[in-house]
């Protein structure tokens, strides 16, 4: 009698839908959360701003903003809370602000102990005394180098005179000398998918070249009225194929299609957003500085699987190899070593 009364009671009543709902969203955030990735490997584009014009840019200077380094610190402190163990500095160009970069590559490697820190540069403005005083914590320094014509460098964009082939032999002999693995970015395009870069990149001795197929993003080089239109500049897949084929017997090299690359990076903006760079119009979600990185990272697409697959884990920290270059094999680190 007493238990039909309370529940037929109208405030019970609510009181039990309430508590219903409550058990419901609960077990709905903790699917939600064992189901959340880790953001493993981190690219930090903090600026836009280039000094370099290269034609097929998808990370165009559509903004001068530049977080304060208070604010940045903050920023990487939160990856580093949610699992981050890789960091790459990339942009625009990094070393346009030496001070804001030394300050950040000390903050991570002193402060949070981040695992590797790299940074992607086009090598014209990196000078000597920055990586002797910086070296202790830099695991990588990859130079984007697309051609080693230096006629092809200028059409391209890369530079007016040609010279940043002899200014990245400078930097590949500063990270042997100081202990930084020296790495090689390159974009296949319509002006070198042509080139037999085999004997450079051999004489060079990079630990990893990176060869990226030509991408177009939606909203940054699609079209004339873009700060850049990368449509000229795209290989087709034949022309791709023929470039990987000539170039696959060097150990170092590591191919990325266009399939492999969309989805497969994990990239934060000026204003550390999240942006999805896959198939349509590019996105960006909320900054993690406001909203924390797991929702904001629920926010964009990040494909865990695709960035296995293009080798995302690899011999990342300088501690692996004895010395910072040479063109050469590694088993690298699979999944089950870096628990997400």
Request: proline residues 2%.
């Amino acid at each position: 009698m007493l238990s039909s009364t309370i529940l037929n009671n109208p405030v019970t009543s609510v009181l039990w839908v309430i508590i219903s709902c409550a058990v419901f969203y609960f077990l709905r955030d903790v699917a939600a959360t064992a189901k959340e990735q880790t953001p493993v490997s981190v690219n930090y584009h903090f600026s836009r701003k280039c000094n370099y014009k290269c034609g097929f840019c998808f990370h165009t200077e559509t903004s001068s903003s530049i977080l304060s380094l208070d604010e940045a610190k903050r920023g990487l402190k939160l990856l580093k809370e949610a699992g981050m163990k890789k960091l790459n500095f990339a942009g625009g160009e990094p070393f346009l602000y030496p001070h804001f970069l030394s300050e950040l590559l000390r903050y991570g490697k002193r402060e949070l102990g981040i695992e590797s820190m790299s940074i992607v540069s086009n090598g014209s403005q990196i000078k000597e005394r920055f990586l002797r005083e910086n070296a202790k914590y830099i695991d990588i320094l990859a130079i984007s180098c697309d051609s080693f014509n230096p006629d092809t460098n200028i059409r391209i964009g890369r530079g007016t005179k040609g010279e940043n082939v002899d200014q990245m032999a400078k930097v590949a002999g500063w990270c042997e000398e100081f202990g930084i693995k020296f790495k090689i970015n390159t974009v296949v395009c319509s002006l070198n998918w042509d080139e037999d870069m085999s004997a450079n990149i051999a004489r060079f001795r990079p630990f990893r070249w990176k060869v990226f197929q030509c991408l177009i993003v939606t909203g940054e080089n699609d079209n004339e009225k873009r700060i850049r239109d990368a449509r000229s500049f795209l290989v087709s897949d034949e022309q791709w194929r023929v470039f990987c084929d000539r170039h696959k017997h060097l150990d170092c090299f590591v191919p990325e299609s266009n399939e492999l690359m969309k989805g497969s990076y994990l990239i934060l903006d000026e204003f550390m957003r999240f942006l999805d760079k896959g198939d349509g119009e590019e996105k960006a979600s909320e900054s993690i500085l406001e909203v924390g990185v797991r929702k904001a990272m629920r926010q964009v697409r990040w494909e865990q699987n695709s960035f296995v697959e293009r080798g995302g884990f690899y011999d990342w920290t300088k501690g692996s190899t004895e010395t910072g270059t040479g063109c050469c094999s590694s088993d690298g680190v699979n999944a089950e070593q870096l628990a997400w």
